[in-house]
Every structure is written in C-alpha cells, then in structure tokens.
C-alpha cells in the first residue's frame, strides 16, 4: 500500500541542525510535489514548504526561511528536510504529505506518521 515514512527526528540543543527524511513506499515519491508540515502541541498544523516534482521549492512560513531547504534523491525514492540554527519554538511533530494538486493548492493526500523534534538545552 501507499506509505510515507518521517524519521530523524531527535533532541537537539538550540542553534544545530537535523536531516528529517520522507521515503515512500508502494509509489514513485519523484512524480509527486511533497510538502512539509509542523504541529506542536495545543497548536494548529503549520504548513512550511513545498518542494515539486522537479526540484523547486515554495516557502510558506516566514517562521523558517532561510533556515529549512528540501531537497529529493530520485534513487532512493526520498525527500530530506534539512533543518539549521533550531530554536526552542521548532519544537513539534513534522509530517510529510504528497501534493493532490502538486504544490499548486492546499490539499494533500497521503501523510506518514510523523517525526518527533525537540529543541532544547
């Protein structure tokens, strides 16, 4: 069946950096755009970015720019989030999901479970 899976996520202290990934399964991941989503607790989803089918990424939340890049490895069937200079407030749960209308519209079909992130001394 149709499958994302988030993982590395960890505690990190405040200032480093994480490497999420988003690998597929039962599907080619590199016909498909894939956004990147947050949720901390007792707050709403919080959309970041997306990146297409050909590589190129839509920023969303002003929160992240220019510390969060994606990027997709074809081969391994698997998009990364590289996450820099964390702050105690990117403390959340990140999903990845796969663009119903690419990362044209809102909608998104499938979603993995999610990955935990930490940021704290």
């Known amino acids: 069946q149709v499958q994302l899976v988030e993982s590395g996520g960890a505690l990190v202290q405040p200032g480093g950096s994480l490497r999420l990934s988003c690998a597929a399964s039962?599907?080619?991941?590199?016909?498909?755009?894939i956004g990147w989503f947050r949720q901390a607790p007792g707050k709403e989803r919080e959309r970041l970015l997306c990146?297409?089918?050909?590589?190129?990424?839509?920023v969303y939340a002003d929160s992240v720019k220019g510390r969060f890049t994606s990027s997709r490895d074809n081969a391994k069937n698997t998009v990364y989030l590289q996450m820099n200079s964390l702050k105690p407030e990117d403390t959340a749960v990140y999903f990845c999901?796969?663009?119903?209308?690419?990362?044209?519209?809102?909608?998104?079909?499938?979603w993995g479970q999610g990955t935990q992130v930490t940021v704290s001394s």
């Open positions: 999901a796969t663009g119903s209308s690419g990362c044209r519209g809102s909608a998104f079909g499938s």
């Open positions: 039962g599907f080619r991941l590199d016909y498909y755009g």
């Open positions: 990146i297409s089918s050909g590589a190129a990424t839509t």
